[in-house]
C-alpha cells in the first residue's frame, strides 16, 4: 500500500510572491505615469480652450494686429509651460484663416523610470483647438 506524501508548508515569502509583488508595483507606476501625462495633455488643451475663449472675446483685435496676436500666443505658450510642460522645444502656434482660429502645441512628455534607473521614455504630443467664429 502507497503511504501519503507529506509536503512541507510553503513559506508566506517565496519567490512566486516576490515577482507577484514586483510585477504589481511596476504596473501601478506604469499606471501612474501614464495617467500623469494624459492629465498633463488635458490640460494643455484646457488653456488652448481658454486662449481660444479670449481670441473669440475681442477677435477683431487679433484678426487685425500681428503683435497682439503674438503677445496672445506667448502668453498661452508661458501658461502651457506654467501646467508642467518643461520641455524647452515646445512650440506654440495661432493660425487665422478667414473665420477660423487654430490654436495649438507640440511639446515632448517623458515617461519617468522609478529611480531614475534608464533614461526617460519620451512621446511627442500634438493638441490642437479649432475656434469658428462669426464674421
Known sequence: MAEPVKYKQP????VVSVVL???LAAGGWAGYEMIRVAFLRQEAFRVLEETGST??????LYRKDAREREALRGRMESQIRQIGV???ELESWIEVEGTAANFGAVFTAEYHWP?????PFRRDVQIEHLVTLPE
Open 86 to 88: 518643461d520641455d524647452p
Open 55 to 60: 481670441f473669440a472675446g475681442r477677435r477683431q
Open 115 to 119: 529611480f531614475d534607473v534608464l533614461e
Open 21 to 23: 509583488v514586483l510585477l
Open 11 to 14: 513559506r508566506v515569502i517565496n
